[in-house]
């Protein structure tokens, strides 16, 4: 079972902008049992909209008798910062105006969410994280981890990720928050401003979380006599609906741009030197269909880091095969683990 927990720094906390907060809370889940030699840590990033409760959206590898068993690890999830499951986000109250941050709240970066994850790290003396993993947005901080503190990661699994967010990705997030400017509401400030134009930048991001063959396989209609009212359409609707039952047009807003701003080469000289930093066993897992980040992106970490090693699964869901594709993701990272062993007991044999 889930263990909840919240984090707090109440120090000024300084972020890559030049501006900073007043202090954050972080709230973070365990599982498992940290054992005597603290070697059995599971660090899971999360992606966009996504929390930390990691059962939610990843049954498929955490659990018992799943790849990743709290009878075997201790596997720790938190929300990142911006968000608003729990962590420091927009709605949260500016103890220095007793009032919600709203539109004032700070623009973060994934160093700026690195950097409070690695407070948390700290405060749990934790030493090693024996696997950091996290797919798409979770792994772009997954990765910058590993490259600002080398010597914490042992094994680093990233994926459907990138070194830094393409153009193409940074223009589909901007279509998205151009949506959320149309919305007359976004200037205000309360908390379910903006949601008309989230729902619309909610469709707008499912059409590179997916791929073509997804919706013919699941939104083609019965019939060739419809004029209007298509299966997809109506898919697209519910899709940013649901999305706003559960997030904000903020922390929405705020995501994105800290996604946007994933470029493990600045002030580092370039980013191939940035990744030459990486001193962690590396797996990128691509996805063959994946539009957003497509596996040349994956490629490039693996040909740049060294050691690492690609795999690429198959999934007519595009980039959110990352969440459903269980057997594959099981089948190569349970490879990689046995790799390890192998090299292990050789150099142990020598």
């Known amino acids: 079972m889930l263990a909840e927990h919240t984090f707090q720094h109440s120090e000024s906390f300084p972020l890559e902008s030049g501006e900073s907060l007043p202090g954050f809370q972080l709230f973070y889940t365990t599982f498992g049992t940290l054992n005597v030699r603290r070697d059995n840590v599971i660090w899971v990033c999360h992606a966009l909209t996504g929390n930390a409760n990691l059962l939610d959206w990843w049954s498929g590898l ?18 990142m910062l911006g968000s608003c499951y729990g962590s420091t986000g927009p709605l949260s109250v500016n103890p ?14 994934n160093r700026d969410v690195v950097q409070a994850f690695d407070l948390l790290r700290q405060e749990l003396e934790i030493g090693q994280i024996h696997t950091l993993i996290g797919g798409s947005m979770g792994g772009q901080q997954a990765l910058e981890w590993s490259i600002m503190q080398p010597d914490v990661v042992r094994n680093l699994i990233q994926i459907a990720s990138n070194a830094q967010h393409s153009p193409w990705g940074i223009a589909f997030n901007e279509s998205q928050r151009m949506a959320i400017e149309s919305d007359a509401s976004w200037l205000e400030n309360r908390p379910d401003a903006g949601l008309d134009g989230m729902r619309t930048a909610r469709s707008i991001a499912l059409l590179s979380y997916r791929h073509y063959r997804t919706y013919q396989k699941t939104q083609q209609d019965a019939t060739s006599d419809q ?55 590396t797996l990128q897992v691509g996805i063959g269909t994946d539009v957003l980040f497509p596996p040349n992106e994956q490629q490039f970490l693996a040909q740049h880091i060294a050691g690492s090693q690609l795999a690429v699964i198959y999934s007519d869901y595009g980039h959110d095969g990352f969440l459903l594709e269980y057997s ?3 089948y190569h990272i349970t490879s990689f683990y046995q790799e390890e062993n192998t090299s292990t007991k050789v150099s142990e044999a020598n």
Not at 62 to 79: H, M, Q, R, S
Not at 241 to 253: G, I, Q, T, V
């Open 62 to 79: 955490f659990g018992e008798d799943k790849l990743y068993n709290p009878a075997d690890y201790f596997v720790i999830c938190a929300n």
């Open 96 to 109: 220095q105006t007793n009032q919600p941050f709203f539109h004032s709240f700070p623009a973060i970066t």
């Open 227 to 281: 004029l209007t009212n298509y299966r997809a359409s109506s898919y697209q609707r519910y899709q940013g609906e649901k999305l706003a039952r559960r997030f904000n047009a903020f922390s929405y807003w705020v995501l994105s741009r800290a996604m946007d701003s994933h470029h493990v080469g600045r002030g580092r000289d370039s980013v191939i030197s940035a990744l030459k930093r990486v001193k962690a066993r």
């Open 328 to 330: 594959q993701l099981r």
